[in-house]
C-alpha cells in the first residue's frame, strides 16, 4: 500500500479470532498492537502478489487456458442475504457484490 495509514483501529474492528491479511507490500513497517490482538485472540498474515511482469504472465496463461475464478455474484441490493451466505460458510471460494442501484 502506497499511503501510510493509522492501522490501530482496522486491527480494533476485527471480530474475536478474526485475521487481519495484507496482500502484497507496504511501504513502511506498521506497529503491531499486541494486547489488541492477543486479548481478542488475533492474527496477522500476509502474502506476496508477484511482481507486475509475473502478474502479465499469468494473465496470458488464464486468457490462453480459458481459467475463470470461481465466485458467486451478488447484487448490492441483496448484500444482507449475502453476508448471511458468507457467514453460514456457504459461499464457494468468492461472494462479490455487483452494484444494482
Not at 52 to 75: Q, Y
Amino acid at each position: 500500500m502506497a499511503v501510510d495509514l493509522d492501522w490501530q483501529p482496522y486491527f480494533e474492528a476485527l471480530a474475536y479470532g478474526g485475521n487481519f491479511h495484507t496482500v502484497g507490500a507496504v511501504m513502511k513497517p506498521f506497529p503491531v498492537p499486541a494486547f489488541t490482538l492477543i486479548g481478542g485472540d488475533r492474527s496477522i498474515s500476509g502474502s506476496a502478489t508477484g511482481n507486475p511482469s509475473e502478474l502479465r504472465t499469468l494473465m496470458k496463461f488464464a486468457g490462453r487456458s480459458k481459467v475463470a475464478p470461481t465466485t458467486e455474484l451478488f447484487p448490492m441490493s441483496q448484500i444482507n442475504e449475502a453476508l448471511k451466505h458468507v457467514r453460514e460458510g456457504k459461499a464457494r471460494y468468492r461472494a462479490v457484490l455487483k452494484a444494482d442501484f
